[in-house]
């Protein structure tokens, strides 16, 4: 094993990830909102961190509010072809005072903690409040293995007459997605063909599969899904 190797092995989980081999072509707001497109499945994102300094192109910090949204994105995300660039994923070595200082938010270290655990504290009456609204832990719709189809967000789609078939009509899109975001986000599922947006037609796109059932199995993983917080997306069978 390299020494890089080792030294990632040894680096503990925690809510940080830290992600590089990432396409250096990419505009630093593009890859912001492709980034959080692709990484907000597993958790909120408290921070994401990327520069346009020679030094940290082609990386990325994504800071989540657990750590078993970290692990889980590092997990599931490992390899993933971004930009045409498998990416390359470990923890973060904590949230290092580099980047901290590189971001504007360092702190020493001892005001930090106390910081941190006034904002933990915060977050657990936020989810309490959530939860108690009757929202996901995220405030958004849980994931494929929490929604049994049709339920958990059926009540956000509006009655379609479409029979089930391959391709689905995807509504509400905020008006910053790029085909490329959303073939990100579909092609995580089996038999993903295309997606097809509309440009006289902004916030709507249409995704094809290989048949009904993989095209099923996106809607459900998906339903609900938020780009950004405003805008949780609206998935239906398209009519033919």
Not at 1 to 13: C, L, N, R, V
Not at 173 to 200: I, S
Not at 222 to 237: A, D, E
Request: positive net charge.
């Amino acid at each position: 094993m390299t020494a890089a190797g080792d030294e990632a092995s040894t680096i503990p989980p925690n809510r940080t990830i830290y992600i590089n081999n990432i396409n250096e072509k990419i505009k630093l707001d593009e890859l912001k909102k492709s980034l959080h497109a692709v990484f907000s499945q597993f958790g909120k994102i408290l921070e994401m961190l990327a520069f346009k300094t020679l030094k940290h192109k082609g990386q990325a910090w994504v800071v989540f509010e657990d750590v078993s949204s970290a692990t889980e994105a590092r997990k599931q995300m490992q390899g993933f072809p971004f930009y045409d660039k498998p990416m390359r994923i470990q923890y973060a070595k904590t949230k290092s005072d580099i980047i901290a200082k590189a971001d504007g938010t360092f702190v020493p270290r001892e005001r930090r903690r106390r910081l941190e655990d006034r904002a933990e504290r915060k977050r657990r009456e936020q989810r309490l409040d959530a939860n108690q609204a009757g929202l996901g832990p995220y405030g958004a719709a849980p994931p494929l293995s929490q929604l049994p189809y049709p339920g958990g967000a059926k009540s956000m789609v509006p009655e379609a007459p479409a029979l089930p078939n391959n391709i689905l009509f995807v509504q509400n899109l905020p008006h910053e997605t790029t085909p490329m975001m959303l073939q990100m986000l579909f092609c995580q599922y089996p038999g993903f063909k295309e997606v097809r947006m509309v440009e006289a037609k902004p916030g709507i796109a249409f995704v094809e599969y290989g048949d009904e059932m993989q095209a099923t199995l996106a809607m459900q993983g998906l339903q609900g899904f938020k780009i950004t917080q405003q805008s949780p997306m609206l998935i239906s069978y398209a009519k033919k």
